[in-house]
């Protein structure tokens, strides 16, 4: 089938392109000319791995265009999906995209008789579709919803691992409010033979928040225990997890024996926080959505609070166990929000570096590929901040490193000589005896635990 897809970020783009390689025929709408352009010419304006070569492949076959033009897009279409960005504003979800798209598309069916379904792929709270959505279009166009269709299909694809997500999913969630609009969806669907979701479309808003929501609960209540677990000192929290990665509920015994080792066990290990476009984004605005509704959300506060403090622990170990940090020599390893992404949205390195700054350090960072993302966005602190190509060239001069996002390559530092340095694990990326003889500090454990 033919559809367009409006915003063409890391979701719109990567939806867009996986769909035109099951064969569809996909036009992808961005307001940004710059986007539109460098998209046509074959570059990606995202990293992202596999898009570059799928990219080329698709617009090869035709399958695959990107336009500024939203209204010659509709032109060709039935169905609209939209997926522009919905940012949290004080914590509130800042609906100003969705609903201005929503306009847009409500002022063509003003014009146009056809049936028209819109599907919002956007991350909404519950609710958003079936009346800001279906308000802004009736506004628009004059018409009532039965003159066109809505939909909701929430995106679960992870940052570094996209097209592969998409490709290959878990699940799809299917929301509708009308018949028509479902049999679209199924259609747009139907190369994917995987566990599908029929529900109507605040059901499938919520799906997603729940979703992410519960993931977030499993990294701060862990983050809690290991920070309880350093302040006590003499346990290493990795060790405690090792053994509660062995109740069989949450890492199964198969028949021979062996671990299934769910993805789930990821979220049980410690670290400076979650970051990212969607965590920290989507449950506050949950939380936000919940106070409005005169709920307490008591354990969404929890899990915000914990991770909010959890940069912080890095820096407060870091005090406690130098003295002080003025004037100290700190490289920071990894910038982006986790690895195989260049997104800093969120990034736990945003608030170790501003605080660095604060306490007077002297500052060296690097990533593989987020570091132009990382100096447009941290504003004041970027003047002390000097960013190297070559992390190995940085270490001898060293006073303290610290990896705050596990990029596979840092994993070479274990066989560097920390001698009178101190090396900081926020991730827990490496096992302490890697580091014999060094000063080696990490989130869990205190200095001195064996
Ligand atoms: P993004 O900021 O990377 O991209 C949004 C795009 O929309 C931009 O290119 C912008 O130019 C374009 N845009 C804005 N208004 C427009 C308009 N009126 N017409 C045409 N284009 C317009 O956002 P993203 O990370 O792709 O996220 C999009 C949505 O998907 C958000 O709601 C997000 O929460 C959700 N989501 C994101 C991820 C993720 O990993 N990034 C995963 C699942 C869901």
Redesign the pocket.
């Known amino acids: 089938m033919k559809l367009a897809v409006?915003?063409?970020?890391?979701?719109?783009l990567v939806s867009g392109v996986c769909l035109a390689a099951k064969g569809h025929t996909v036009l992808c709408?961005?307001?940004?000319p710059a986007?539109v352009a460098t998209l046509n010419a074959g570059r990606p304006h995202?990293f992202e791995t596999g898009l570059p070569e799928l990219l080329a492949s698709v617009l090869a076959s035709g399958r695959f265009s990107a336009t500024q033009d939203?209204y010659a897009a509709l032109d060709q279409v039935d169905l609209v999906i939209v997926?522009?960005?919905?940012p949290s504003k004080d914590g509130i979800i800042d609906l100003t995209?969705v609903d201005?798209?929503a306009r847009?598309i409500g002022a063509y069916i003003k014009n146009h008789d056809r049936h028209i379904s819109v599907v919002v792929?956007?991350?909404?709270v519950p609710g958003t579709t079936d009346t800001v959505v279906r308000i802004a279009i009736e506004q628009a166009s004059g018409k009532a919803f039965s003159a066109f269709g809505l939909g909701m299909n929430p995106?679960?694809?992870?940052?570094g691992d996209?097209i592969s997500d998409f490709s290959a999913p878990d699940r799809i969630v299917l929301g509708y409010e009308d018949p028509q609009t479902l049999e679209r969806l199924e259609e747009l669907y139907a190369p994917w033979d995987v566990d599908k979701l029929r529900v109507n479309t605040r059901t499938a808003e919520m799906v997603k928040y729940a979703n992410n929501a519960l993931l977030a609960t499993q990294i701060s209540a862990v983050n809690e225990i290991a920070n309880l677990a350093a302040a006590l000192g003499g346990i290493d929290v990795m060790d405690v997890v090792a053994g509660v990665q062995m109740d069989k509920r949450w890492n199964p015994i198969l028949p021979d024996g062996a671990r299934a080792k769910p993805h789930i066990l990821t979220y049980l290990v410690p670290g400076c926080g979650f970051g990212?476009?969607?965590f920290p984004?989507?449950v506050q605005a949950l939380r936000s959505q919940g106070m409005q509704n005169g709920l307490p959300m008591r354990m969404l506060n929890a899990i915000l609070d914990v991770n909010e403090g959890q940069p912080e622990q890095v820096i407060d170990i870091l005090r406690r166990e130098t003295g002080g940090l003025t004037g100290r020599r700190v490289l920071v390893l990894g910038l982006a929000f986790k690895p195989g992404t260049d997104?800093v949205r969120e990034s736990a390195s945003l608030k170790i570096v501003a605080r660095l700054a604060d306490e007077g350090a002297v500052i060296v960072a690097h990533d593989p590929i987020a570091t132009e993302n990382f100096r447009n966005a941290l504003n004041g602190a970027a003047a002390q901040t000097v960013f190297c190509e070559r992390w190995q060239d940085e270490v001898a001069a060293a006073d303290i490193v610290i990896v705050a996002t596990a990029w596979p390559e840092y994993q070479a530092l274990s066989g560097l000589d920390f001698s009178g340095k101190i090396l900081f694990d926020a991730r827990r990326a490496f096992m302490p005896s890697q580091f014999q003889g060094t000063k080696y500090l990490s989130i869990g454990r205190q200095m001195g635990t064996p």
């Open positions: 409006v915003g063409t970020g890391y979701v719109g709408v961005d307001k940004n986007i995202i939203l997926a522009v960005g919905t995209y201005g798209v847009e792929k956007s991350t909404v995106e679960f694809l992870r940052e996209a990212g476009s969607c984004k989507d997104d």
